[in-house]
């Protein structure tokens, strides 16, 4: 997906709730902003954001001496989403549709993500809702049980993760995925609060798949500042699900099938792929709710 006109105020606002957050130093806060500002001045709107988004995070990183500054933000919302699993797990088992409603929640858990503020509540009653909204709520795009025939015929799925938090719920989807081995792939290193190995580990995700790395701190997989072994793993599987915003910004308009599934949490993910803020998504293979490509650009933010 390029960056639209609207994505260049959102990349002002989510460096100045991180500066925020990240550092009390007004001068700190100053430069951060200074510094993502001639950043985005020379950004090219046929880029992905999500590279944006990590060159924003970068200069955070830098300018704060912090590796790591949603490190406690992430590790509260993966103790938050592990509260709720045994609850969630018991839902989904005891559905009609297993599967489906495994599918509704991770696709629920994309809520927890701070990328997307303001534009998104991510309150933990905001996640419970969500959760439990997610069971009824219509999905848009493909049928999860058209994606469960397409893993049945598949020996190997690559399953891109997003932020933390929201892995718990991928963990219970991928324990109902029907494939014989699925690889979960997190950030190299940490990127806002998408998740890294450090989390796969607190939630045990770890002793329940296969885990790598992506070798890259971008928020959504861009290939191209992947490692070769991710890029191996991405071209050699049978199946590729993409969870979030980010991977679908980053991997929209790539040659290669890749299932997304996510919630349009912004005006512009929405207006690109044709649906209203909110919505949950099952995208098999790309932009399948506009009918032609000038619907969608007449849809979304010049």
């Known amino acids: 997906m390029k960056t639209y006109l609207d994505c260049i105020p959102c990349f002002a606002q989510q460096a100045l709730d991180a500066a925020r957050m990240a550092t009390e130093d007004q001068e700190e806060r100053l430069h951060i902003m200074r510094r993502v500002m001639r950043k985005a001045s020379s950004f090219p709107d046929d880029a992905p954001p999500p ?3 990590a060159a924003i995070h ?13 490190r406690e933000i992430k590790r509260r919302a993966n103790e938050f989403a592990l509260e709720l699993l045994p ?19 991770a696709i629920a858990g994309n809520i927890m993500d701070w990328g997307a503020k303001p534009h998104a509540d991510i309150s933990e009653d905001a996640v419970e809702r969500t959760l439990h909204e997610a069971l009824d709520a219509p999905i ?28 718990v719920f991928d963990r219970l989807l991928i324990s109902l995925l029907p494939c014989p081995h699925v690889t979960v792939a997190v950030k190299g290193s940490p990127t806002i609060n998408d998740a890294t190995m450090e989390d796969a580990r607190q939630v045990d995700l770890v002793n329940r798949a296969e885990v790598v790395e992506t070798g890259s701190d971008t928020p959504g997989v861009l290939l191209d500042q992947c490692s070769e072994l991710f890029r191996e793993l991405f071209e050699g599987a049978d199946i590729v699900i993409a969870k979030g915003q980010g991977n679908y910004e980053a991997l929209s308009d790539v040659d290669r099938h890749v299932v997304f ?23 098999d293979g790309g932009r399948t709710l506009a009918a032609t490509d000038a619907e969608v650009k007449e849809n979304a933010p010049i």
Do not use: H, W
Request: proline content about 6%; aromatic content about 4%.
């Open 140 to 167: 848009r795009g493909d049928q999860p049980e058209e994606l469960k025939r397409s893993i049945q015929g598949a020996d190997d799925v690559l399953y891109l993760a997003d932020n933390a938090g929201e892995i």
């Open 87 to 105: 609850d969630a797990r018991d839902t989904a088992t005891g559905a009609d549709k297993p599967f489906e409603t495994a599918l509704r929640l």
């Open 58 to 70: 970068r200069i955070i990183r830098e300018v704060t001496d912090d590796p790591d500054p949603y």
């Open 261 to 283: 599934l996510l919630k349009a949490k912004c005006p512009v993910i929405a207006g690109d792929i044709g649906c209203e803020v909110g919505n949950m998504l099952l995208l």
């Open 51 to 53: 590279a944006m988004g």
